[in-house]
Every structure is written in structure tokens, then in C-alpha cells.
């Protein structure tokens, strides 16, 4: 009966094969497959902003909005939000 419980706590407290580093790695997994889904994201939403600037119209208006880009016959005027 010894034997079972120390051989119990062994497998659960001691080593890299216990049950703690094992829930460890596990959070350690789902957080990086978090991050990882949130830079997929990221990337798609950065490519399909790429596939509109292909067009000429959605180039000016990101040019307009972005960088403030004007003709010459144009005068902008920024109002902040508060």
C-alpha cells in the first residue's frame, strides 16, 4: 500500500511527466492556439485590405482616409471626436 502511494504522489508532483506540468502545458496550449487564431485573423483581414487596393477607387478612398491625400482644386478639414 506504501508503494501505491508513493508511486501516486510521485506521478502526480514530481517530474515533466506529472499531472501538474501536464494541466500546465495544456494552458500553455490553448493559449497559444488563441494567439494564433487572433494572428489568422489578423492576416486574412490584411490580405482582403490588399485584394481592395486593386481597385482604384477603394486605393483613394484608403489614400483619403489614411494619409489625409487630396486633389489640388480640394480643401480637407479634420474635425476631432471626442
Given at each position: 500500500m506504501l508503494t501505491l502511494l508513493v508511486f501516486g504522489v510521485v506521478y502526480v508532483f514530481v517530474g515533466d511527466q506529472s499531472l501538474i506540468m501536464f494541466a500546465k502545458r495544456g494552458g500553455e496550449i490553448r493559449r497559444n492556439e488563441q494567439q494564433r487564431d487572433?494572428?489568422?485573423?489578423?492576416?486574412?483581414?490584411?490580405?482582403?485590405?490588399?485584394k481592395n487596393l486593386n481597385n482604384l477607387d477603394s486605393l483613394?478612398?484608403?489614400?483619403?482616409?489614411?494619409?489625409?491625400?487630396?486633389?489640388?482644386?480640394e480643401d480637407i478639414f479634420l474635425v476631432e471626436e471626442e
Open positions: 487572433m494572428y489568422r485573423k489578423g492576416a486574412l483581414e490584411k490580405q482582403r485590405q490588399i483613394e478612398k484608403f489614400a483619403r482616409e489614411n494619409y489625409y491625400m487630396h486633389t489640388s482644386n
